[in-house]
């Protein structure tokens, strides 16, 4: 979970519109939210992901639906208020279902910074704080197979790639392979690798999380800074990833 950025609500979404669909919501319980200038808003939003899973949503099994954040059912006069509608996929919808976000708080990415109320350890993710911890039971974003597992596949796939990648690097380092090519072959491959853990990528939090705690990802900086390769592409990418990044265990990110 990373923090969003807030859209300005869709210019079709008037205070007279607003409240023309809240009445009819309370008359007859349409679902008036299923609009398609509302729900492309959200999903530009959130570049196209869940805003607590960060799964890519309309993918098989992760169908995008419209949340409120403080349910509709128990507070029907937000049910189309923008600031009260989020990006959703389908599991974490029916975990959170009618849960009372005012008598029980939990995130809301929008508002909230996640990584001030959680932290990642062994691909699960741990409450800093009460709310944190809230958020982690009602969304259930623990669920092993639906998110943990993931999640792991994602840690397998990028250790194997820092493992070759570090290869590589200490080769160039060592003049054993310092061609253009090669050269060329380490920097695009670390920078690839540094974009999935960006924001507009799916589970970035999970990509920047990792490779900013990982030995193997500074060992290649250095070699890139010693070479004069780490430029300004590389320290933006890398500032992209702390926005992305939780913290592992109770400890901060590496500088």
């Known amino acids: 979970m990373i923090k969003l950025r807030p859209a300005s609500a869709p210019a079709e979404l008037t205070d007279e519109v607003v409240q023309a669909l809240t009445d009819e919501f309370k008359q007859t319980g349409k679902a008036v939210w299923q609009k398609e200038f509302i729900g492309?808003?959200?999903?530009?939003?959130?570049?196209?992901?869940?805003?607590?899973?960060?799964?890519?949503?309309?993918?098989?099994?992760?169908?995008?639906?419209?949340?409120?954040?403080?349910?509709?059912?128990?507070?029907?006069?937000?049910?189309?208020?923008?600031?009260?509608?989020?990006?959703?996929?389908?599991?974490?919808?029916?975990?959170?279902?009618?849960?009372?976000?005012?008598?029980e708080p939990i995130i809301n990415p929008y508002l909230d910074d996640p990584k001030e109320h959680l932290y990642l350890k062994d691909y699960r993710f741990i409450g800093k704080t009460e709310l944190g911890r809230k958020t982690i039971e009602?969304?259930?974003?623990?669920?092993?197979?639906?998110?943990?597992?993931?999640?792991?596949?994602?840690?397998?796939?990028?250790?194997?790639?820092?493992?070759?990648?570090?290869?590589l690097a200490n080769d160039y380092n060592a003049g054993?392979?310092?061609?253009?090519r090669s050269r060329n072959n380490l920097v695009s491959r670390l920078r690839g690798l540094m974009i999935e853990g960006t924001e507009k990528?799916?589970?970035?939090?999970?990509?920047?999380?990792?490779?900013?705690?990982?030995?193997?990802y500074f060992q290649?900086?250095?070699?890139?800074?010693?070479?004069?390769?780490?430029?300004?592409?590389?320290?933006?990418?890398?500032?992209?990833?702390?926005?992305?990044?939780?913290?592992n265990r109770s400890s901060q990110p590496k500088p």
């Open 138 to 167: 009602v969304v259930n974003l623990n669920d092993w197979d639906m998110w943990v597992v993931p999640r792991f596949d994602i840690g397998k796939g990028l250790y194997e790639l820092l493992e070759a990648l570090c290869e």
């Open 40 to 103: 492309k808003a959200l999903l530009d939003s959130s570049h196209n992901k869940c805003c607590f899973s960060e799964c890519k949503l309309n993918e098989e099994g992760k169908y995008d639906e419209v949340e409120h954040f403080h349910p509709k059912s128990l507070y029907p006069n937000e049910v189309v208020l923008w600031s009260n509608l989020l990006p959703i996929n389908k599991a974490c919808n029916t975990a959170k279902s009618d849960h009372d976000t005012k008598a």
């Open 220 to 247: 290649i900086r250095g070699i890139l800074q010693r070479h004069s390769l780490w430029d300004d592409s590389f320290i933006s990418l890398e500032e992209q990833m702390q926005y992305c990044a939780l913290d």
């Open 176 to 180: 054993l392979k310092n061609s253009s």
């Open 201 to 216: 990528k799916v589970y970035s939090a999970t990509v920047a999380s990792l490779l900013l705690h990982e030995e193997m």
